[in-house]
């Protein structure tokens, strides 16, 4: 018998039309012991992330009031949206290029994340994705060293970088 919080999802957008996967984790629930984000997606991108143009295609798979108040701009990558309002990203053609992208989350490791809060797993990926945000660990004690807590200009674009990992770099 299925447990409450398992279904199946059937992602129809522009990238991964017709793929689907299951949820079998109770939503941000569940985790990896080692991974503990700081921030939920909704917080991530009501903060503002990715100059507010990841995620404006596929709203429909995640809950709606994660977009409630998410600073996304449909049009293009605007760096003004993002907290530290600075660019911290690179295109996803350079995730591509260097091997970082998993097929199943083809828009990269935020999509990873949204998935697994959701509730999906995935083994093998789960823990080379959960390492992966482990490594922005050294972001952290570079921003603890060099930064006063609270000066949110000292180091603004590794801030944001880490906001887009799930790291509440306000806190530091």
């Not at 129809?12 to 996967?21: H, L």
Request: charged share 25%.
């Amino acid at each position: 018998m299925p447990k409450p919080h398992q279904k199946t999802v059937v992602v129809n957008d522009i990238m991964q039309s017709g793929y689907s996967y299951d949820l079998v984790a109770p939503i941000g629930r569940d985790f990896d012991p080692e991974f503990r984000p700081d921030l939920t997606p909704k917080e991530c991108l009501a903060l503002g992330v990715f100059g507010g143009k990841y995620m404006t295609d596929c709203t429909a798979e995640f809950p709606s009031d994660w977009f409630t108040d998410a600073k996304l701009c449909h049009e293009r990558h605007d760096a003004s949206l993002n907290f530290f309002k600075v660019n911290a990203s690179q295109p996803l053609s350079v995730w591509r290029k260097k091997g970082w992208i998993y097929a199943d989350d083809p828009r990269g490791w935020f999509q990873w994340y949204c998935r697994y809060y959701m509730g999906r797993r995935i083994a093998g990926e789960d823990a080379l994705q959960i390492k992966r945000w482990k490594a922005m660990r050294r972001h952290v004690a570079q921003v603890v060293q060099k930064c006063r807590k609270g000066d949110f200009s000292c180091n603004t674009q590794q801030r944001q970088a880490l906001l887009h990992w799930a790291y509440d770099s306000r806190r530091m």
